[in-house]
């Protein structure tokens, strides 16, 4: 099993940046990639992007490339997700996911979840 834990949510102004924080534990060397998605009050679970854990360029939705940065520290275990210029609309619980199968970078299909961490942009 996997066990992640999100950190580095709060209240945003517009127009600033955030960084958020996912450290992985337990069988962490199952780990083939990580990813970020976020859910707004009310609407679907989103996915925003994901990295690999062996190296490669990582994958952003749409919706949030050009200012959103995924990064990983493998010796430390923790995936980072960056993401300046933020909007009111960025307003979502952010979740951590992690994978032990293998998928294109592209992919949305994980299997493990961190319990999320709120992110608030005020306008």
């Known amino acids: 099993q996997v066990q992640l834990v999100e950190s580095g949510g709060g209240l945003v102004q517009a127009g600033g940046s955030l960084r958020l924080s996912c450290a992985a534990s337990?069988?962490?060397?199952?780990?083939?990639?990580m990813g970020w998605f976020r859910q707004a009050p009310g609407k679907e679970r989103e996915f925003v992007g994901a990295?690999?854990?062996?190296?490669?360029?990582?994958y952003y939705e749409d919706s949030v490339k050009g200012r959103v940065t995924i990064s990983r520290d493998k010796a430390k275990n923790t995936v980072y997700l960056q993401m300046n210029s933020v909007k009111v609309e960025d307003t979502a619980a952010y979740y951590c996911?992690?994978?032990?199968?293998?998928?294109?970078?592209?992919?949305?299909?994980?299997?493990?979840w961190g319990q999320g961490t709120q992110v608030t942009v005020s306008s």
């Open positions: 996911a992690a994978r032990d199968f293998y998928r294109d970078v592209r992919s949305s299909d994980f299997g493990y």
């Open positions: 990295i690999t854990w062996t190296g490669g360029a990582p």
């Open positions: 337990g069988l962490t060397f199952r780990i083939t990639a």
